[in-house]
């Protein structure tokens, strides 16, 4: 690979969108319209033309050598120093080095391509808007941060990139300012994410605190791959995260996963990730379908090396995320908004995303990545045409027989849901079929695990058939509906472009000369993840397969009798179990359980400290001072001219008489 | 390198009299506002020389200090400055003497 190929290009991908911030941040909308038409998605998709043929650059390397890293600058560079001088402390550097290596590589093709596409149906949904060019601004923005994320090669900038995004999102979910609703969900993320942030950086803290190098000494890096190279149990007693006996690593694999499930929305920290819906939806499509929600899942891939020495922490991953996954299928079923429903079923699939890199298959995990951000951005772009042609209108009560006036969007919709289901041929299918069963082998749990998550999927076929048939099916339930039409040219390409991406890129990881459903992309990603540690037998993952499959086929059978033949009542479950349609309808009360154990004591002893303090302890310590400095100031007032020049005289002279005093003290 | 430190030094104290001397001598606040920052970055040209000749960082991290408040102390001060031309005054700091006794 030529390094300086490999950094003009590195330096254009993170450079352009860059650039499109700040052009249409600091112009504040006084471009002309085209310009920032073409501007905004246009950055993103030259980002995406670099990135592809840096894709092409690395698979023109040996499989070993795919990987190189870039230094786009020296800082904070401990470690030269001219001889002769006094000696240097510590190796320590924090340069601003980025990693192109298939990992990263993997998932900038979905932040720049799924991204631009987003970016170009943003041009149709936003064309009304009065915030168009700020609406751009924060997009590229977000890229920006993004990217930064994904390829930093050093954890100060990974964290940097780590809170951009949790600002951009923030920006991005309050984009509408106006509205309340809008304002209090971003406050919710953005909170929400910092909490996030503390782990994270409190996880990056001890691994520099703590990390040491084969000849035993403390490292003090923040170089990933140094520590990556270091972190295993080495030759020496010393080496590595190793000699607190294993629970400082642990602790390290749980605060940094208390990031990931921050920017993954996992419990406990999922709440945040439906009220997002309140922003535009080319940004639920793009932040919290396609890229940021799934900024946990790469954070834990790229981190594997300590959680394969953290089982510990590594169980409580996989066990987050399947619950997550599972408790997030059962509310998607009972919600009536459609952004809603996708938001639920999203925070399930990255739920079982960070299962599989719990349970060590992290590119089965890294695969649902890649066709979950094609096939969900599709879900949402095309909910967002309905909910456009609707005049905003988000409840499926009120939608119905859409599928005649919107074929177009409804085909895609269907192909959506069809790959979120996991129906044979669609991109979901391969990457679920795969993600379940590669964790068959992995211990005497597992086989419980693969029950939850093959539910899972019986859920949300079911829920998102739901959706079909009550938006799209049926008789239309408003006038609205009766009358909605379908989306212009430029919001259906990327959505057409998006359901073509979900129908074939499951494909991608098929070896069509072989049995194993597993091979391209895993071989792929082989460099930076590694091998699976074990595998289940060909006939036992042929039998997973097959049931999995009519299993999620069940799941859309019972939608199509309950929605479409209405052969079953759906009020079934709420008149049987009221209790579990509430737990569904209500969220699990994770909402209301924040509200009383968090909200409310806080707010609480907030008023007790204003009640109680405030008068009798603050007031009167300012009175206080205020009559004191009164005091002080008759005296002094005298020394008032008025004449800056004559304040600036007495402060010099005075230095000059103290600097003199001090000089001939110390001679 | 080293060879350089007592030129950097001259020019870090001949900064901050210059500096010195603008205050107390210029009227126009936003020339005043100049001489100030001229008077911080000698500061930190010292702080980043020294810092250099003992292979330490605390000079540096205090140089990245003493910038974050020199923008804040622009971010006032221009609020200021603003809001006196506002109200429709000369921008003269020995027009600004209300204060005095």
Not at chain 1, 530 to 555: E, K, N
Not at chain 2, 39 to 55: K, V
Not at chain 2, 67 to 86: D, M
Request: glycine share 10%; charged share 10%; net charge positive.
């Amino acid at each position: 690979m030529n390094p300086t190929f490999t950094l003009v290009l590195s330096a254009v991908v993170l450079g352009l969108p860059t650039a499109g911030f700040l052009i249409n941040a600091l112009t504040a909308g006084k471009l002309p319209r085209r310009v920032i038409t073409l501007l905004g998605p246009g950055v993103v998709l030259g980002s995406f033309v670099a990135t592809v043929i840096l894709l092409v650059e690395l698979l023109a390397q040996r499989a070993a050598a795919r990987g190189s890293t870039v230094v786009f600058w020296h800082w904070l560079n401990l470690s030269v120093g001219p001889a002769g001088g006094a000696v240097a402390r510590s190796g320590f550097n924090a340069n601003f080095t980025v990693r192109i290596d298939p990992l990263a590589v993997l998932m900038m093709l979905v932040i720049t391509g799924i991204g631009g596409l987003i970016h170009v149906y943003s041009v149709g949904y936003m064309a009304e808007d009065p915030g168009y060019n700020r609406f751009f601004a924060y997009m590229n923005l977000f890229i920006t941060s993004m990217l930064l994320l994904v390829m930093s090669d050093n954890l100060i900038f990974l964290i940097i990139g780590w809170s951009m995004v949790a600002f951009a999102s923030y920006a991005l979910i309050a984009f509408w300012y106006q509205r309340p609703a809008a304002v209090a969900a971003g406050r919710k993320a953005f909170v929400t994410q910092v909490i996030g942030d503390v782990g994270l950086v409190l996880g990056a803290f001890l691994i520099f605190l703590n990390l040491r190098g084969s000849n035993g000494h403390l490292l003090h890096t923040v170089d990933l791959q140094t520590i990556f190279a270091n972190v295993g149990p080495g030759a020496h007693f010393h080496n590595g995260l190793g000699p607190m006996g294993g629970g400082l690593v642990t602790l390290i694999g749980i605060l940094l996963f208390l990031g990931a499930a921050a920017k993954s929305a996992q419990w406990p920290l999922h709440t945040w990730l439906p009220d997002a819906m309140e922003g535009p939806t080319p940004v639920s499509a793009l932040i919290h379908a396609a890229t940021m929600v799934t900024a946990g899942v790469y954070l834990i891939a790229r981190f594997h090396p300590i959680y394969q020495q953290a089982p510990v922490a590594a169980g409580i991953v996989a066990a987050v995320g399947i619950g997550t996954a599972l408790m997030a299928a059962i509310i998607g079923c009972t919600q009536f908004d459609i952004k809603r429903v996708i938001a639920y079923s999203t925070m399930s699939q990255i739920g079982l995303m960070i299962f599989a890199v719990g349970v060590g298959a992290y590119s089965a995990g890294m695969f649902q990545f890649f066709t979950h951000a094609c096939f969900k951005a599709l879900l949402f772009l095309a909910a967002g045409n309905v909910i456009h042609a609707l005049q905003d209108e988000q409840d499926i009560r009120s939608m119905g027989g859409l599928s005649t006036r919107m074929k177009l969007t409804f085909g895609a919709f269907l192909v959506g849901a069809l790959a979120l289901s996991g129906i044979p041929l669609f991109a979901g299918w391969f990457s679920k079929e795969e993600l379940l069963s590669s964790g068959l082998a992995l211990g005497p749990a597992v086989p419980w695990l693969w029950v939850i998550g093959v539910s899972v999927n019986v859920l949300t076929s079911f829920y998102i058939f739901r959706v079909v048939w009550r938006a799209f099916r049926g008789q239309p339930a408003t006038s609205r509906a009766a009358t909605a039409h379908e989306a212009q040219p430029v919001m259906l390409v990327p959505v057409l472009l998006l359901a073509l991406l979900a129908a074939v890129v499951g494909f991608l990881n098929i070896d069509f000369f072989g049995f194993h459903p597993v091979t391209v992309f895993s071989a792929f990603l082989q460099p930076v993840l590694g091998t699976p540690a074990a595998r289940a037998s060909d006939g036992i993952q042929a039998l997973a397969l097959v049931i999995g499959t009519v299993l999620s086929g069940g799941g859309l059978a019972l939608a199509w009798a309950v929605y479409g033949r209405k052969v079953i009542a759906p009020d079934l479950i709420s008149r049987r179990l009221p209790w579990l349609y509430q737990l569904s309808l209500q969220k699990f009360y994770w909402d209301q359980i924040y509200d009383v154990t968090l909200v409310r004591p806080t707010l609480a002893c907030a008023a007790a400290v204003r009640e109680a303090l405030e008068p009798r302890f603050f007031d009167r310590l300012v009175d206080g001072v205020k009559e004191g400095v009164t005091t002080l100031a008759d005296d002094l007032r005298t020394m008032q001219t008025g004449f800056f020049r004559d304040y600036a005289l007495i402060f010099f002279v005075c230095a000059v008489i103290g600097l003199v005093v001090l000089g001939l003290r110390l001679a | 390198m080293t060879e350089l430190f007592p030129g950097f030094l001259t020019l870090s104290a001949a900064m901050f009299a210059l500096g010195a001397l603008g205050v107390m001598v210029r009227r126009n606040p936003l020339v005043v506002f100049m001489s100030i920052e001229l008077m911080l970055n000698a500061g930190n040209l010292a702080l980043i020389t020294y810092a250099r000749y003992t292979h330490t960082m605390a000079g540096q991290v205090f140089a990245l200090i003493v910038i974050a408040v020199a923008a804040s102390e622009v971010v006032v001060g221009l609020a200021l400055i603003t809001a006196v031309y506002r109200s429709g005054r000369r921008l003269d700091v020995d027009d600004l003497s209300e204060m005095r006794e």
